[in-house]
């Protein structure tokens, strides 16, 4: 065998040596029981995963919000964190819990407040000893309008308070279809640690009626980010920016120039890295639907030029997380043929796209929700709902495979 035969094969054990395994998606077992729905995920700082879901309890309509911890290996026993039987259940606007510091938790959930359809407040409960035990709800909104509130979403601020941020219809006019007619606001608060709700504050006066906000922190700064709506209903994706005290005016993270008269309960995703800020975001200007991802390096005063990622017909649905501190994952429902996947793509910070991914076949209807998905360690675990029977079905993957 010549030398340089010799070289190629080393060469080729070197490589060989260096690949990647194939990406393998494991199910992960759900602490949640049948008849169970929309589950959402968040991580906390000690390395562990928190779910939170409903769970129905009777027959006429009743639920509990319920929630468990994920170490690696085992689900906590459930715990209630709220029962009652008039729960505003939505498939898009879920329940949360959030870690604010230590065993301090927080967890919003939507109750109904009068004998409309769409007249429910946002309630909110916080628990000293890590979801064992839950204060009694309070309301962040003290409008005291009988209309729709939700959409919650939280941040960390200053002086280990919480920050949060959601869609507010107390200037909306009644409608007959129940929804109501004029402006949906974004309003924002804070929650310090003894408890107690600081001045309400408008970020936006005129935004889209139903689709989901989102929110990071940065250092000291905090980023919201939601669906715009113009005045001639365009329907950009917006954020507003919190630093030394003052909120920004709202900046267009790009133009999109999508027009729809009405909602399409889509809304942006962040996630932060570090110093960086990603954002990924459902539109279709011209009836041309797509996912796109953008990047920001100044706290999310400008962003890149997105870069479009899905593979021809997704539905949007979208969350993303840093996989490392120059690449992101995004995942989003897509069509595929007569049914839907849960789709995932790789970007790179410098707008490189990696192969399309598939996590799991999933419901194309509203009954699959928001489907969740969060970095934990050296994987991605990824929850969501499966109508009909009504479960939650989770899944993991290893991040080295992508």
């Known amino acids: ?14 490589f060989a040596g260096c690949e990647s395994p194939p990406m393998e998606v494991r199910s992960l077992e759900s602490p949640a029981p049948l008849g169970s729905r929309f589950p959402n995920l968040t991580t906390t700082s000690e390395g562990t995963v928190i779910m939170s879901w409903f769970t129905p309890y009777n027959d006429q309509g009743g639920y509990e919000l319920k929630m468990a911890e994920w170490d690696g290996t085992l689900w906590s026993e459930p715990n209630t964190i709220y029962k009652g039987d008039d729960f505003f259940v939505n498939w898009a606007d879920v329940p949360s819990v959030f870690q604010v510091n230590g065993d301090r938790l927080a967890a919003h959930w939507l109750y109904m407040r009068g004998g409309g359809t769409y007249e429910y407040d946002v309630y909110l409960s916080t628990s000293y000893d890590r979801g064992l035990t839950w204060s009694e709800p309070m309301i962040p909104h003290r409008d005291g309008v009988a209309a729709e509130h939700g959409f919650v979403s939280f941040f960390h601020r200053e002086s280990r308070g919480l920050g949060m941020a959601w869609l507010d219809g107390r200037n909306m006019i009644p409608s007959d279809d129940g929804h109501g007619s004029g402006a949906m606001s974004v309003f924002t608060t804070i929650l310090n640690e003894e408890n107690q709700l600081g001045a309400e504050f408008s970020l936006d006066a005129r935004v889209c009626e139903c689709c989901p906000t989102a929110a990071a922190t940065i250092g000291a700064s905090n980023i919201i980010a939601y669906r715009d709506r113009g005045e001639e209903e365009i329907r950009n994706i917006q954020v507003v920016r919190y630093s030394e005290g003052v909120w920004s005016q709202p900046s267009t993270v790009h133009e999109d120039g999508w027009m729809i008269p009405g909602c399409p309960v889509n809304g942006p995703a962040l996630a932060v890295e570090e110093d960086r800020l990603a954002i990924a975001w459902y539109t279709a200007p011209n009836g041309d639907a797509q996912v796109n991802v953008a990047f920001s390096d100044d706290v999310g005063a400008s962003f890149s030029e997105p870069v479009r990622i899905d593979g021809g017909i997704p539905l949007g649905r979208v969350d993303i997380e840093w996989v490392d501190h120059s690449s992101v994952i995004v995942s989003w429902i897509e069509v595929v043929e007569d049914s ?26 509203r009954g699959s929700g928001y489907p969740q998905m969060v970095n934990y360690k050296n994987e991605l675990v990824f929850a969501w709902t499966e109508p009909g029977q009504w479960k939650i079905r989770m899944a993991r993957l290893n991040k080295n495979s992508l």
């Open 1 to 14: 065998m010549t030398r340089k035969v010799l070289h190629k094969l080393l060469i080729m054990l070197i």
């Open 340 to 365: 839907a996947e849960l789709k995932l793509r790789k970007v790179s910070f410098k707008g490189e796209v990696d192969s399309l991914l598939v996590v799991s076949n999933i419901d194309a209807g």
